[in-house]
């Protein structure tokens, strides 16, 4: 098997125990486990992280998370392989801009850096979305947030101000549609 197709080989093992069967009403198996460990809601968890990398660039004929996606400032980045993924993020970094948000959860490296080891942790599917997971789950548990609907609200933007609760209206309104259909 040459490089390029053991690597296309692996990515699809990965989406497989990622995204599970080719049904929107199943959770994939990577997402309950997480779930399960952070004392989330699973298809909550799963919408979010549809919402947050999706992509239809995944040769499974449908549009899934997808693990090497970078947000930076608002534009995304779609990644063949875990290696440009963590290049491009690096780079970012070595030029001081730490504001993007990484991998399947969309963890944001400015505000939750501390979550992992390293960058390139932060591009491993499993870390990723256990970080994600608690992120969620500290929210659900913050006063203002202690309902699942507002929670994942303020996972997206956990401020009070205002105009950060239209932002996490919004975005909130947007995963529960999702969440609606899983």
């Not at 400032?73 to 690096?90: C, I, L, W």
Request: with cysteine.
């Amino acid at each position: 098997m040459t490089g390029s197709r053991a690597r296309m080989f692996g990515l699809m093992l990965l989406l497989a125990f990622v995204s599970g069967p080719v049904t929107a009403s199943v959770v994939p198996q990577m997402y309950r486990i997480v779930a399960q460990e952070q004392r989330v809601p699973p298809k909550l968890f799963f919408a979010i992280a549809l919402n947050e990398s999706q992509s239809s660039n995944n040769n499974v004929g449908r549009a899934l998370p997808w693990p090497w996606t970078i947000n930076h400032r608002g534009e995304p980045h779609y990644f063949e392989t875990r290696e440009a993924a963590y290049r491009f993020a690096r780079r970012l970094v070595k030029a001081g801009d730490t504001q993007f948000d990484i991998g399947l959860g969309q963890v944001n490296w400015k505000w939750h850096k501390q979550r992992f080891a390293g960058l390139w942790e932060a591009f491993d599917p499993y870390l990723n979305l256990t970080a994600a997971a608690k992120h969620l789950r500290e929210q659900y548990e913050r006063p203002e947030c202690a309902s699942w609907d507002l929670a994942t609200g303020c996972y997206h933007r956990p401020a009070q101000r205002p105009h950060d609760k239209k932002i996490a209206s919004k975005y909130r309104k947007r995963v529960l549609k999702l969440w609606s259909n899983i």
